[in-house]
């Protein structure tokens, strides 16, 4: 799968664990920064990774904030983007089921590499379950015309 990723000084290091390994297992992955743990602002991160989602280039993206609330909302602005904050393998389950989301946002201050890793997995290989649920995707998307 072709992959965006990004994190701040915040997620720095837990994204370069996570792109080593998900490079290693095949998947086509764009790290788009932060290069160092320099402390920086992280909506324009965003916006790269999710300008990749929307035009193609990537078929997801992951980004890594400290708490990801700020990554999550600064995402969820940008239309076409369904951004998940996943904290667990449940939430991954649901925002790739029920939302269809195309970004996974991690909180890097509350997770151990071995939960993100799994986070990822379970998001990565979870099929958006349609139905009932691909009519309130239709209804999320159309608030994006003004709601
Ligand atoms: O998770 C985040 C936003 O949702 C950021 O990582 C966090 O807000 C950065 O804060 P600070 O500069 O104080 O480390």
Redesign the pocket.
């Known amino acids: 799968m072709r992959i965006a990723i990004a994190?701040?000084?915040?997620?720095f290091a837990l994204k370069s664990l996570l792109r080593s390994e998900l490079s290693a297992s095949g998947h086509e992955v764009s790290d788009l920064g932060s290069h160092t743990a320099e402390?920086v602002?992280?909506p324009e991160l965003c916006v790269e990774v999710c300008a990749r989602v929307r035009d193609g280039r990537a078929e997801r993206g992951i980004v890594?904030?400290?708490?990801?609330?700020?990554?999550?909302?600064a995402c969820n602005k940008l239309p076409g983007i369904r951004a998940g904050l996943c904290h667990d393998v449940w939430t991954a389950e649901i925002s790739r089921g029920n939302n269809d989301s195309n970004v996974l946002?991690l909180?890097?201050?509350r997770l151990t590499g071995d939960q993100a890793r799994e986070i990822v997995a379970t998001w990565l290989g979870t099929p958006f379950k349609g139905g009932k649920h691909a009519r309130r995707v239709a209804q999320i998307a159309a608030l994006e015309q003004g709601g």
């Open positions: 994190g701040d000084h915040n997620g402390e602002d992280y890594l904030g400290g708490s990801g609330l700020g990554e999550t909302i946002v909180p890097a201050k």
